[in-house]
Structure formats: structure tokens, C-alpha cells
């Protein structure tokens, strides 16, 4: 199916873990980004890329690693997670600048 | 994002009545993105604008950027129980233009 798919949808991870979430996109979108959604907050963009193996900070990226070997992909792994970093993580996507931006439906993640 | 203002944080309206939301920026926006959020789940598209003072309407939602580009209204009339849920301004980045950035967003409950 075509679209922007997110995996897992929930997650419950320990502290000390590396967690590592997915992001699909079936457009070969050029940028894809990641972001977090805390109560308060909006969202704030962590890591994005312009293309396949160019990525940029974002405005929180502290504890996250991104890479993407192939445009389609776009994962996020927290390195050693900690309480802070429990949120619900979106992943979008988008052809070019001032095109509709495309969201998965999330990532619900949760460090006990 | 420090960068883009929204205002309000929360509002309750009865059902019926008219409201606006407010984004604010301190630079000059190229390409303005509303979007909505309806509780736990992901973000859907309304509008996006480009040039200042447009205005853009889809039902009973209408957008508009202001001539200087600095600032964007989302206006709802005669407000439905299906409008609750939250709202969000996205911009592109000021420091690498590719980047999306969004508002704390605004957070709408319709009173029966």
C-alpha cells in the first residue's frame, strides 16, 4: 500500500536500551523527518534528510541517531534510552519545499 | 519551535460560534502549513500557503497569510463538535530551508 508507515505503533522499552524505530515512506520522498510530541510542546523536529545519506540536526536531537541508506527508509534509534525521551514519535515526508508534508500515524514509546 | 508562536494554547468554544487561531513568526514565512490532530492519532493536512495575503478556505476553515508574511490566522465558522482536536502551524526552517518546523500548536474543544 502506498504511504507512510510507521513500526511498531507501541512500544515499552527499559532505561539503558537501544530502541530503534521505523519509518517507510513508498513515494521515494526526498525529505523525511522525524519528530517528537510532548504535551506543551508541539512538535519538535529531531533529526531530517534531504536525501539518502544526508541528515541534519534538528531543534532536539540530543540521544537519537538517524541513518538512511535508502530514500524509502528513515530510522530513529535512541542509543541508551532514558524516562525523558518517552513521547509519541512522528515520522513524515515530503516530494519538495511547499508540497503537503505526509505523517505516519506514530510511535507511542514509553521508557520504564 | 521558539520560531513560530501560536496563540491560543487552548480554547473552548460553544458549538457554533466562530474562533481564530494565531501564528506568529519573527521572520518572514516562505510557505505556511496548517495542520490538524485529532487526539492520539496523526496529523491531517488543511492548507498550505505561499504568498501574502492569501487566504484559502476548505469547508468552514479559511487561512490566511498576511502581507508580510510574518503571520497566519486559521478562522472556523459556526464550529462543529468534528473541528475539536489540536491545531498546528508548520513553517520551513530559517536556518536550512529544508527543515519543517511547527507551533506548540492549539488545542480546540467544542462545548455541545
Known amino acids: 500500500d502506498a504511504g507512510i508507515t510507521q513500526s511498531p505503533r507501541y512500544k515499552i522499552t527499559e532505561t539503558g536500551r537501544q530502541v530503534t524505530l521505523m519509518c517507510h515512506q513508498t513515494w521515494s520522498h526526498s525529505y523525511m523527518f522525524w519528530y517528537r510530541q510532548d504535551l506543551g510542546h508541539g512538535l519538535r523536529l529531531i533529526y531530517y534528510?534531504?536525501?539518502?545519506?544526508?541528515?541534519d540536526k534538528g531543534e532536539v536531537p540530543d540521544g537519537y541517531v538517524v541513518s538512511r541508506s535508502k530514500t524509502e527508509n528513515f530510522p530513529l534509534t535512541l542509543e541508551s534510552a532514558t524516562r525523558s525521551q518517552t513521547s509519541v514519535y512522528f515520522c513524515a515526508s515530503y516530494k519538495a519545499m511547499n508540497t503537503e508534508a505526509f505523517f505516519g500515524q506514530g510511535t507511542r514509546l514509553t521508557v520504564v | 519551535s521558539q520560531e513560530l508562536e501560536q496563540s491560543p494554547q487552548s480554547l473552548i468554544v460553544q458549538e457554533g460560534k466562530n474562533l481564530t487561531i494565531n501564528c506568529t513568526s519573527s521572520?518572514?514565512?516562505?510557505?505556511l502549513y496548517w495542520y490538524k490532530q485529532k487526539y492520539g492519532e496523526g496529523l491531517i493536512f488543511l492548507m498550505m500557503?505561499?504568498?501574502?495575503?492569501e487566504e484559502k478556505s476548505h469547508e468552514k476553515i479559511t487561512a490566511k497569510l498576511d502581507e508580510k508574511k510574518q503571520q497566519s490566522s486559521l478562522h472556523i465558522t459556526a464550529s462543529q463538535p468534528s473541528h475539536a482536536g489540536i491545531y498546528l502551524c508548520g513553517a520551513h526552517g530559517w536556518g536550512g530551508a529544508q527543515k519543517l518546523v511547527f507551533g506548540q500548536g492549539t488545542r480546540l474543544t467544542i462545548n455541545p
Open positions: 521572520k518572514t514565512l516562505y510557505g
Open positions: 534528510s534531504a536525501a539518502a545519506d544526508i541528515t
Open positions: 500557503l505561499q504568498k501574502g495575503g
